[in-house]
């Protein structure tokens, strides 16, 4: 029984999660957390701000803090996509031109 | 409960974009609920400004993404992976490339392989002799990508970010022309 | 056999404070694989993930510590796992050719092996199923399933009793003699 709940374990091992999770969490804290997911943006950051006022300074920095970061990890992503796609692109390009 | 990616997406393609110059179709929407994976990044000049505040400029890489976005007015990514061939048609990426066909864009590269189905085609639009925005379209059988970037950008920086949070390295000509005739690294 | 613990998750539970970003950086990996785990659905995995880690960033601040943010990240995730099987119906059993694998390298064990039991896990029932990947991903014990769960101890020690039997059985069949 042991090993066969050995092989359980490793099949039941962790996965890594996407690389997306974080970005789109971090977003989605960033979109106000709107329950019909409509978001515009800098309303709802604006609207983050106003609310948390009366919750305290340190609170608002901690949200902000999120948002901010949230922001960062889309970046990331974003330039990640982009930088990746031009680095195949010259790639092809190059052993297009090489043949 | 709304899929949460699903609404994701509709609110993109609810929500007016502003400025954003290159608008990507409401269809894309369908490919996101057939994709196995996507990546949806919508980030306008306020939030690149959000995402700058919390760029150090004692940190070297923090650094680059600042510098490089200093004069960037929007970046755009839509990335959808599938799990078999024929989920997407060119009918859903022409009208991305219809807007690219535009004198204020030209065509810089355009590959494509018969052998693996890939395709990718790079615009950049200039302006007052700098580039002021650079799209990319990348299509393969199970994934298509869109990427919009407006505002002046400096190629060269997008290269240094290569090696940099987990971004690959891109290659310049120069360092491929020394690694032919030596050693691998 | 503790689960391996990352250094992200060591840092986070020794720092006195922590970001919320530390937290999901810590915790994400757990969440994921609970929920694509039991639900053999990736999509919807890294939508219940998104969706819990979004309710702990409103709850964060009344929790007290790392640890009690792990428990309390189990018990949401697993919670909303089983109700998004139930509301979704009569699709609660997957069928063992539909699930479609992340596409990750097998870092242990025998890959076909490991694929066929995780196939199997998902047939069981939603509490029986959660019991067992709560016990073999994240190696809680009997009574800490019991919180998480809010189940008494020994339905867990029943759930798990009969569960490994069944999958004893039809790996068996579908594989040969485990030794």
Known sequence: MEDFERQLRDALARKEQPPSLEARVFAAIAAGESKSWTFWRWEALAASV??????????????ERAAGQAAKARLQLALKITVAKLSKIQQTVRTSTEE | MLAIKTVFIAWIALAPLGAQEIKLPASLDRLAAKASEVVDVTMDANLLQLASRFLSDKDADDAKVKKLIAGLKGIYVRSFE??????YQESDVEPVRAQLHTPAWSRIVGVRSLKSGENAEVYIKTENGKIGGLAILATQPKELTIVSIEGTIDPD??????????????????????SKGGKDE | MA??????????????????????RANQSMVFSLAYHFL???????????DVFLRLYRKVNDLEDARHIT???RKVTSHRCIDYVRKRGSQSSIALEDTAEPSVIEQHGDPLLNRRLRQLIATLPEKPRMVMVLRYQEDLMPEEISEV????VRTVKSHLQRSLAILREKIERSMGDIR
């Open chain 2, 157 to 178: 920086q997008l290269s240094e970010l290569g090696g940099h949070f987990g971004i690959p390295k891109v290659e310049d000509d120069s360092q491929h022309k020394n």
């Open chain 3, 3 to 24: 689960p391996a613990r990352s250094a992200t998750e060591a840092k986070a539970e020794a720092a006195p404070e922590m970001t919320f970003a530390d937290v999901l």
């Open chain 3, 40 to 50: 053999r659905d990736r999509g919807a995995a890294e939508e219940i993930a998104q």
């Open chain 2, 82 to 87: 599938f799990e078999k061939p024929g989920e």
């Open chain 3, 71 to 73: 428990f309390w990240l």
């Open chain 1, 50 to 63: 106003l609310a948390l006022a009366a919750l305290g300074a340190h609170e608002h920095m901690v949200r």
């Open chain 3, 149 to 152: 769960l809010e189940m008494p």
